[in-house]
């Protein structure tokens, strides 16, 4: 092969591929049994995409290594595709720590944010990142909602650096004109005495019109019959449906829309557990996000899909789906990211340890066994800390 590559990965004890086909997403059966390769090695190449991914012996056989700006050998670790979030609310100021006995209030965090600056936002948001970073997280879905009135939505849309969400549409569509704001997706909060049926279906309709995915909050505290009505709209994913119906997971399983379940919420709140089995045997696209926000203050997806596993009974194979390939298919990411496929994005970590199922099973063990977090071919995070 001529010219030099940006990384090579060797010798992987485990190299977690997630999938190997193209697959959009997984379900039922394909959750369950990942492709796996044992022993296997990964090129990135200066453009930050993968160039081959196989057999470590196939690899090396292609590329002399001397090709390589950066080589690391990785025997005895697992290397996987990086972890996607799929629904997370990082941008606020204040916290709610003093009130964390008490059920908090919202307005405490929607009056600092209202009067933060967005260069006070933006610090705050990029500390929050790179937590998630450092936990294997590379790529992250941001909403912002703490500003409840037009300005403060604005401030915190422009402070997201990349596609966000949820502010009056006429506005919002003069900016996305104007080239200052990319958005992706619409968001609404269809929840009694929030955004009824009616008034979250027009709202998402609107967004729908102006081109942006609908990805929304629904049968979160009450069956507001947010899931059909959703997969009536064509909605790519609808996150938290701890009340969803029957009918609700038959539509969502017909029309494709993913399933975000966020098992933090439901902890935090005290909430019923998402019917996640339920939903996998029908054949939904189940997604998962830490809804990192004032109250579920989680910014770990090796937690969220600990919590899956031990809440929503989830196998540690469909954990790790959720949070790979199908959190990135509930984005509209799927042909970039939550896989390691030739052509996708060069986000991996590379675990010190030798299967890949210890970052579900040690609650909180991932700060020990991320050796490195790469985006794009760049090692991002390094943890030389004693094993």
């Known amino acids: 092969m001529s010219g030099n590559q940006r990384l090579l990965v060797k010798n992987a004890k485990q190299l977690v591929l997630i999938c190997s086909n193209g697959e959009k997403f997984l379900n039922k059966d ?14 990135i190449g200066r453009d930050g995409l993968i160039k081959s991914v196989g057999p470590a012996e196939t690899i090396s056989a292609q590329y002399p290594e001397s090709s390589f700006d950066r080589v690391i050998d990785a025997t005895d670790m697992c290397v996987l595709p990086g972890l996607v979030d799929a629904h997370t609310h990082p941008v606020w100021a204040g916290d709610r720590v003093h009130e964390f006995s008490m059920k908090v209030r919202i307005h405490f965090t929607v009056e600092h944010t209202r009067a933060a600056a967005a260069s006070e936002l933006l610090d705050a948001l990029t500390c929050r990142l790179w937590r998630m970073l450092r936990a294997g997280t590379t790529l992250v879905e941001c909403k912002s909602g703490y500003g409840l009135e037009l300005q403060t939505e604005v401030k915190m849309l422009e402070v997201i650096e990349a596609a966000r969400r949820s502010l009056p549409l006429p506005r919002l569509k003069e900016l996305m004109s104007a080239g200052s704001l990319q958005v992706d997706n619409i968001d609404v909060f269809c929840e009694r005495g929030v955004f009824g049926l009616s008034s979250a279906h027009r709202i998402l309709q609107a967004g729908r019109d102006m081109g942006l995915n609908i990805n929304f909050h629904g049968d979160e505290l009450h069956p507001m019959n947010s899931a059909q009505m959703g997969a009536e709209l064509g909605a ?11 009918e609700g997971i038959v539509a969502m399983a017909t029309a494709k829309t993913a399933a975000i379940l966020l098992p933090t919420t439901a902890y935090i709140l005290r909430l019923p557990q998402p019917r ?24 770990s997806m090796p937690i969220v899909m600990h919590l899956a596993c031990v809440n929503m009974r989830m196998t540690m194979s469909e954990a790790l789906a959720a949070a790979t390939i199908n959190a990135a298919y509930a984005l509209g990411r799927q042909r970039t990211h939550g896989s390691l496929e030739v052509d996708k994005h060069g986000d991996l970590l590379i675990l010190n340890c030798c299967r890949w199922e210890h970052l579900i099973y040690q609650l909180g063990g991932h700060q020990e066994l991320i050796r490195y977090v790469v985006v794009k071919g760049n090692v991002v995070h390094d943890n030389t800390m004693e094993m």
């Open 30 to 43: 394909g959750m369950k049994s990942l492709s796996v390769i044992e022993n296997g090695s990964v090129v």
């Open 276 to 299: 996640a089995r339920d939903m996998l045997d029908a054949g939904v696209i189940v997604a998962l996000g830490s809804d990192f926000n004032p109250n579920a203050f989680c910014c």
């Open 236 to 246: 790519l994913a609808i996150s938290h449906l701890e009340e969803v119906t029957d």
